[in-house]
């Protein structure tokens, strides 16, 4: 399942600088997993203080939350209020 993730400028170290990259996977944290094996290192950046929006809705809870085939992701920082 081909997934197109979007990446916020400050977790694309692993990348090299890409931002947006295929991954595969049923879930937001199947997706981590892969992403971690292509670019060890992204995982731990994705679940810690991360939001996901996944076509265009946020995701309040989304280590189990199912992703559909090309859907498109987006792991952006977590926005504080005050």
Avoid: K, W
């Amino acid at each position: 399942m081909a997934v197109r993730v979007h990446l916020s400028s400050n977790l694309r170290g692993p990348t090299g600088g890409v931002a947006e990259v295929e991954a595969d996977g049923s879930t937001v944290g199947a997706l981590i997993d892969d992403l971690d094996r292509r670019y060890p290192g992204l995982g731990d950046g994705l679940r810690a203080g991360v939001s996901v929006v996944i076509d265009g809705l946020l995701i309040a809870y989304p280590e189990y939350e199912p992703v559909a085939d090309g859907a498109q992701v987006y792991f952006v920082p977590q926005t504080a209020g005050g």
